[in-house]
């Protein structure tokens, strides 16, 4: 199918837990028609159908596609592109318009809620080619692999991201959100036994997190950005309550590298022996409890349009 390499496919995935899902869309296209730009959209229908129509579109040959949604709508986007049959893949351009209940990959580039200006930034189409993690497993059948722009957390963290984005819809507040999951985990403190390589270096013992940013990580790899070709690693161990909660505040802050009980590291390929019960994650996305894992980094596998 020939598609005008200018026109943009938009998916719409409409926020969770709101009334106004509609009302806000309403806005935002008669905004991008006001523009006079040429688009087609398609509005996702439940859990997995950005996948499927991000995979749709690049298979069509649109060269832009446009996200309005959070976190797990990106990664949804990300994963159905980088699946599908377009050619040159690492050359399909992606907008953000957030409208999710996470937001952090949009964060990192100072996108904001503001849907005007996030439409004007990618009229202006200014380019960057960015890295995306990968975690490749076996699932008794066959070989999967899922790809991820912000992080994949094993344990602890996996379920502070669950917690933390479901009570974003009562607060709406990140900082908030995350005192609330504390909260909620505080008397827990639960430790995996866990088994890594990174680097050269086998790490084993009992962890209570272990986060994989190719960018913030949610704080969690505060120092990572997604064009260096290289992945952060912070692995965190078993504080005590008072450091619970002076590590809850240094995340927020951006400090939790500081933190005497998280070692960092990075590096290009992490491997996942073993993480005996502990849940994983990818960009908030859960994934199966098929251990061992491999954690690589594509570099400049797609394009992103950021602010000006």
């Known amino acids: 199918m020939n598609i005008d390499p200018n026109k943009w496919g938009v998916i719409y995935n409409p926020k969770a837990g709101t009334r106004k899902a509609q009302k806000r869309w309403k806005e935002i296209k008669e905004y991008i028609e006001s523009k006079n730009v040429d688009f087609d959209y398609v509005q996702s229908e439940g859990f997995g159908t950005v996948e499927v129509l991000a995979r749709s579109y690049a298979s069509e040959g649109y060269r832009t596609i446009v996200v309005v949604g959070g976190d797990g709508a990106l990664n949804d986007a990300i994963n159905g592109i980088l699946t599908s049959t377009a050619e040159n893949v690492s050359d399909i351009a992606i907008g953000i318009i957030p409208n999710g209940i996470g ?7 100072n996108i904001n809620l503001d849907y005007k200006e996030a439409v004007d930034w990618i009229i202006n189409n200014r380019r960057k080619k960015i890295d995306v993690g990968y975690c490749s497993y076996f699932d008794a059948h066959k070989h999967e692999r899922r790809y991820f722009l ?3 957390n094993i344990g602890l963290g996996a379920r502070i991201v669950k917690i933390s984005d ?3 819809r009562f607060w709406g507040i990140k900082s908030i959100s ?3 999951a504390l909260f909620l985990i505080f008397f827990e403190r639960k430790l995996y036994r866990m088994h890594l390589k990174i680097n050269d270096e086998h790490v084993r013992g009992r962890i209570m997190t272990v986060c994989i940013g190719n960018a913030n990580g949610y704080g969690q790899t505060p120092n990572a950005v997604p064009y260096n070709g290289w992945l952060d690693v912070s692995v965190i161990y ?15 802050q951006g400090r939790i590298l500081n933190h005497k009980v998280v070692k960092p590291y990075r590096t290009k390929m992490v491997r996942v022996y073993k993480a005996r019960n502990a ?16 954690v690589g980094i594509l570099s400049e596998a797609i394009t992103l349009i950021i602010p000006n």
């Open 103 to 109: 937001n952090d990959f949009a964060r990192f580039w």
């Open 150 to 152: 912000n992080a994949l």
């Open 166 to 168: 479901q009570t974003k």
């Open 178 to 180: 995350f005192l609330a």
């Open 238 to 252: 078993r504080p005590e309550p008072l450091q619970l909660i002076s590590g809850l505040w240094m995340l927020l």
């Open 279 to 294: 849940s994983a994650d990818v960009d908030g996305r859960i994934l199966p409890n098929h251990y061992p894992l491999e």
